[in-house]
């Protein structure tokens, strides 16, 4: 079983950035790859970015392109750096780990984005 525990939400303005972070716990493998998704309210839940094993083997979803950094600094965390936040990044934001092709969920953190 994998355990994660996403931090990092909070209100910003529009235009401001933050750092959610994602740490597991648990059976973790180095082989894991992580991802992050958001549900806004109504809407259903979507991909933000992925990083594989390395921190050259990312993805992002075209709304966050140029904008959202995803990284991971070993087997237990992973961040997710945003920058020039606009209102329709406001969502709750989950981390996922896949590990032997099994998914894994956190609770998720709450980014709301002032306009």
């Known amino acids: 079983q994998v355990q994660l525990v996403e931090s990092g939400g909070g209100l910003v303005l529009a235009g401001e950035s933050l750092r959610l972070s994602c740490t597991a716990s648990?059976?973790?493998?180095?082989?894991?790859?992580m991802a992050w998704f958001r549900q806004a309210p109504g809407k259903e839940r979507e991909f933000v970015a992925f990083?594989?094993?390395?921190?050259?083997?990312v993805k992002y979803a075209d709304s966050v392109k140029g904008r959202f950094t995803i990284s991971r600094d070993n087997t237990t965390n992973t961040y997710l750096q945003m920058k020039r936040l606009t209102f329709e990044d406001t969502a709750v934001y989950y981390c996922?780990?896949?590990?032997?092709?099994?998914?894994?969920w956190g609770q998720g953190t709450q980014v709301t984005v002032s306009a």
């Open positions: 996922r780990r896949t590990s032997l092709g099994v998914h894994y």
């Open positions: 648990g059976r973790t493998l180095s082989s894991d790859t």
């Open positions: 990083i594989g094993r390395t921190n050259d083997i």
